[in-house]
């Protein structure tokens, strides 16, 4: 399964709808928890931004293999949407704050809209784009929406997509929702209980989060390894900045390798974005196994895969970048639906290593040597330490999805999580994620030179895997930066 905008979704064409959840004005209720710091962050952008809000969602897309019912559809998400909590809290701005109000299980209501019949697959893409485009918002109740498109070609399944804001959803949200959503489906229409276990709220959490946050001090070990990892920064080198950004590769030659999706650069200032699988799943296996032989992991081979590139385009034996975790660290949170995310610092080194396998080992020592600041969320600590500590800049995201429940069924559903493009200046993002059919690598960075450059990086990462694959090992060398710049 791919991580991608919608624009690269094969969507099909059919008859569309939205099913869009209501509740009665007086249902809403204030409530005293807090939102999480990244809440507040976001919604405060939002604020900001106002009107100019746009395109900032994740969502996912798959079929599912039983005709369109719309009574066991507006079901479907009804409990949906009783199950999670944070599908049922929102935000209101009073006095220029924050303030969270939340409704009650079995407030919401799903009504169906028809968004259009028979319509031809690039007008499926446009209507839906724009309709989550202009309708996800953090200020703006609801933040999860549902489509459905009937296939005109077969009557026996449908597509089901759904938008959310970044508040109430993470990248496992995506993921889940695909099993969740079809047991609760199959539910609504024969009447069987639909087996999935009960978790707790992320509007909980997120208090709890605050609680956490405030307690921590300057004495704090995860405050002394954020400060770590900043002073670490050369200044004079690839990535002078405490906050990582992308290593600039002087001289950056256009991207050659022809596996790699091409460049698409969206309009209005968005970021371009590539899609590629770097691995088949035999490749993947003949990877792991090379990296479990020299006493590693997978994260670890494609952590070395990453410094070994930055150092033959940069000269740089130095690697820093931002790393997503999850913070579902107690079992009640296990599968609820929220932002469950928080950020570690990475700061790979190769040192004298001379090959990808001595690299391996030199990389796995340095990998973890900031993981312990994981459980405590970033904002206090900014706040604390001050200076450019405004993330992200360089992030690096890898997952393997294997043995999540459902995964060997996504290729028949046609399954794929979603991002809508955005317009962020100078990010750039690398999410690699390994899953039954191999290894794919989905990224999102500024146009113009950057986009070269990213290129170029991807192209030789993905040769430098393959090369370490076909040959058992790699010679480290910074021949191709000698000779790019001689």
């Not at 710091?37 to 969602?57: F, I, K, L, N, P």
């Not at 022809?258 to 974005?273: C, K, L, M, N």
């Not at 090379?290 to 385009?313: E, F, H, P, S, W």
């Not at 904002?379 to 999540?404: E, Q």
């Amino acid at each position: 399964m791919e991580y991608t905008e919608l624009a690269d979704y094969p969507l099909p064409a059919g008859t569309m709808t939205a099913w869009e959840p209501t509740a009665a004005a007086d249902a809403w209720a204030q409530d005293s928890r807090r939102l999480s710091y990244m809440h507040v962050e976001h919604a405060r952008r939002a604020a900001t931004e106002g009107d100019d809000w746009y395109s900032q969602w994740i969502g996912t897309a798959f079929l599912v293999e039983r005709p369109l019912d719309a009574d066991a559809m507006r079901t479907t998400l009804g409990r949906w949407y009783d199950r999670h909590e944070a599908f049922r809290t929102s935000v209101r701005i009073a006095d220029d704050d924050l303030q969270r109000v939340t409704l009650p299980v079995e407030a919401v209501t799903v009504t169906d809209r028809s968004l259009g019949e028979s319509l031809s697959s690039t007008r499926v893409f446009e209507i839906m784009n724009e309709y989550f485009n202009t309708t996800v918002n953090p200020l703006r109740w609801p933040h999860c929406v549902a489509v459905t498109v009937e296939l005109t070609d077969r009557d026996d399944a449908f597509l089901l997509v759904f938008a959310a804001d970044h508040t109430v959803m993470d990248a496992y949200t995506q993921v889940f929702a695909i099993k969740e959503l079809t047991a609760l489906y199959q539910s609504a229409l024969d009447g069987t209980p639909d087996g999935l276990a009960d978790f707790g709220s992320y509007v909980d959490f997120s208090d709890a989060e605050r609680t956490a946050g405030e307690a921590i001090g300057t004495d704090d070990r995860a405050v002394e390894g954020w400060s770590r990892f900043f002073a670490a920064a050369d200044p004079v080198g690839t990535q002078p900045n405490p906050m990582p950004r992308f290593p600039r590769l002087p001289d950056a030659a256009t991207m050659s390798d022809p596996s790699i999706t091409a460049e698409r650069v969206p309009d209005h200032g968005f970021q371009a974005t590539l899609s590629s699988w770097l691995l088949d799943a035999d490749e993947t296996a003949a990877f792991h196994a090379l990296c479990k032989d020299a006493g590693a992991n997978m994260q670890a081979g494609i952590y070395t895969a990453l410094a070994i590139t930055a150092r033959r385009l940069t000269g740089s034996s130095d690697l820093r970048f931002l790393n997503p975790i999850h913070t579902r660290t107690e079992v009640r949170w296990g599968e609820a639906a929220g932002w469950f995310v928080g950020i570690i610092p990475v700061h790979l080194r190769l040192g004298e290593a001379t090959t990808f396998r001595e690299g391996l080992s030199a990389v796995a020592g340095t990998a973890n040597d900031y993981k312990h600041v994981g459980a405590a969320p970033f904002a206090p600590i900014a706040d604390l330490l001050g200076g450019d500590t405004t993330p992200p800049g360089l992030v690096v995201s890898y997952i393997d999805l294997r043995h999540a429940e459902g995964a060997d069924l996504w290729d028949a559903r046609a399954a794929r999580v979603l991002r809508s493009s955005t317009r962020m200046a100078d990010e750039v993002y690398f999410w690699i994620n390994r899953v039954p059919d191999g290894t794919n690598i989905s990224s999102r960075f500024p146009t113009g030179a950057t986009a070269d450059e990213v290129h170029t990086f991807i192209s030789t990462f993905h040769q430098i895997l393959r090369t370490v694959i076909a040959d058992g090992d790699l010679t480290i060398d910074t021949s191709t930066v000698a000779a790019q710049h001689a």
